[in-house]
């Protein structure tokens, strides 16, 4: 089955740094989608990524849809406390009937003051 | 926009019972809804994809006849964890699907059973 592989699986930093995760999968998805998890909260959307090549950014967040369709990036500049958390990627195949989103294992994010 | 919500957001029942969690769309419809069920520090992990007016379409080792689930309207799907057992202590999420595939999720509902 489709599966994605997000790396690091976490990490840990000093306010300030600027963070970078990646997925990479063996199948081709057309939409690229990221979510960040809080404790005992469900997954907020960060960044929808629909065209390869897409750059987009939300804030210090910036996000890219690879040019093979088989990956994606998140970076996010000068962390601060509030970005800990847990970080999903999530591959969608973006056609009719197939509503299943295939999610990456996640990066869990902490940050030291 | 695109908010999600989940009713109740913790539940705890007595093992045997049964236990009805809802999840709404609040400011669009929502013709599939998706249900999740997530172990602690892991992923994801679907249980079933529910559209509006039809029978859900269960993933693979999910018990349909133990977690119900009803998308009366656009705007509103149910998951019934029938005749619980500890193991189903969990923590469940619901999402909706917006305009181009992205799900938005509720905030989810923990679940124990005791």
């Known amino acids: 089955g489709q599966q994605l592989n997000q790396s690091p699986q976490s990490m840990f930093i000093q306010e300030g740094e600027d963070v970078s995760m990646n997925c990479t999968s063996s199948?081709?998805?057309?939409?690229w989608l990221w979510y960040k998890q809080d404790p005992g909260e469900g997954p907020v959307l960060l960044i929808a990524?629909?065209?390869?090549?897409e750059l987009t950014s939300n804030g210090r967040l910036t996000a890219q849809f690879g040019i093979t369709r088989k990956d994606s990036f998140l970076n996010i500049s000068a962390s601060i406390p509030s970005d800990v958390g847990i970080y999903f990627c999530?591959?969608?195949?973006?056609?009719?009937?197939?509503?299943?989103?295939?999610f990456g294992q996640g990066t869990r994010l902490t940050i030291n003051p | 926009g695109a908010v999600v919500s989940q009713h109740p957001s913790w539940v705890i029942c007595k093992s045997g019972t049964s236990v009805k969690i809802e999840c709404r769309s609040l400011?669009?419809?929502?013709?599939?809804m998706f249900w999740y069920r997530q172990f602690p520090k892991q992923s994801l992990m679907l249980m079933a994809t529910?559209?509006?007016?039809?029978?859900?379409?269960?993933e693979q080792g999910v018990e349909k006849d133990k977690f119900l689930i009803n998308h009366a309207s656009l705007t509103l799907s149910t998951l019934t964890v029938t005749s619980a057992h500890p193991e189903d202590s969990s923590f469940y999420i619901c999402?909706?699907?917006?305009?181009?595939?992205?799900?938005?999720f509720g905030p989810g509902t923990r679940l124990t059973v005791t």
């Open positions: 999402s909706a699907t917006g305009t181009y595939y992205e799900q938005y």
């Open positions: 199948s081709i998805f057309n939409t």
């Open positions: 990524l629909y065209k390869a090549g």
């Open positions: 999530a591959g969608h195949l973006g056609i009719q009937g197939a509503q299943k989103l295939v």
């Open positions: 400011d669009f419809q929502a013709t599939t």
């Open positions: 529910s559209n509006e007016g039809s029978k859900a379409t269960y």
